[in-house]
């Protein structure tokens, strides 16, 4: 399902644009690129230059633009970031069209309303006020792809703006936080492994090797290790969930019942506090499986094997206290409070690359991914106010 609009008739209110958005039907499975090019269309209508980032296909972009300052300088000042990809709808009961957003007692109800098109929507909107302010500093937008599936397309955009020396101080990720100041979320780490055993027919088990059952080791002992941080830390209290996660979260194996299986496929991934190192957890995990598991398969087959893929991985946001970026947005959202939370975002990957970052953005995260999700319209409207006076403490100073 997509939406075509004529660029040179833009939606005039931020609620508009979020519509917009939500009828790209932008699954991280599918294309973006025609949310993408209209988007472009309408910067470029306003007198911006954009710079699209392609994934190795070409079938997904990330785009960045530049709001320049007054005297014409395109480089440092802040950027505001969002996601254009949702997760999928599959099998989940809406009560409307996920890809047609309404608007439901005082909700904006669609596929990503609230993870993250309402933040994107609005930085739309807000465009024309914008170029309309005496900027001292640019302010830039970034639109990126697959952040769903593991934060892969803001890397690829990241590394553009390092190269062109663009060197933003600051970034506030729009991720949906109820418009409060997020100053910190953990890293992400996701994994897959395929154990390769030998079949066998069932009646001559000593004749194959069980993938199944040394899978199962495997996950037991990804187990045993989650509960070990849960037990013994290192905690961080800010945190809903005060330690690092671990789990296995799909699994894949066998033919048939009378078949010992030869291949079983699982995925696991753990969550790690900003603090922990998160490469000394896959090396025990590897350690387990070098060490005990597969000297245990080879002395059922010499060919036995397991393999570790890399899927996904996202560095966690530090908090940065004393950063310009956090003390504006505690300023604007008269907010103070330390909050930390333990889903991923793209904002640690701005962080890495030397950018002080924040998370604010409208919606709750509890109504993300879920049928059926929605934005309430006064956190759209509490969203436009902020941004709003973001820009003015940009302004040149009168």
Known sequence: MTAMFD???????????????????????????????????????????????????????????????????????????????????????????PFKAEVRDGRLYGRGTCDMKGFVGVTLQLVPEMLATRLSKPIHLAYSYDEEVGCVGAPVMIDDLVRRGVNPEGCVVGEPTSMRTIVAHKGINAYRCRVHGRAAHSSLTPKGVNAIEHAARIITAIRDLADDYKSMGPYDHDFDVPFTTLQTSMIRGGIALNTVPDLCEFEFEYRNLPGVDPEPILQEIREFIDLKVLPAMRREHPDALVELEKLASAPGLNPEEQAAITKLVRELTRDDTVRKVAYGTEAGLFQQAGIPSIICGPGNIEQAHRPDEYVELAQVEQCEQFLRALIRSQAVAS
């Open 7 to 97: 660029p040179t008739a833009y939606p005039s209110t931020s609620v508009e644009w979020i519509k917009k958005l939500i009828a790209y039907d932008t699954t991280s499975r599918e294309s973006n690129l025609e949310l993408i090019h209209d988007v472009q269309a309408y910067l470029q209508q306003q007198g911006l230059e954009t710079v699209l980032t392609h994934d190795a296909s070409g079938r997904k972009a990330n785009l960045f633009a530049t709001i320049a300052a007054a005297d014409g300088t395109r480089t440092g000042g802040i950027v505001l970031s969002g996601h254009t990809d949702v997760v999928p709808v599959d099998g989940q009961n809406w009560s409307s069209d």
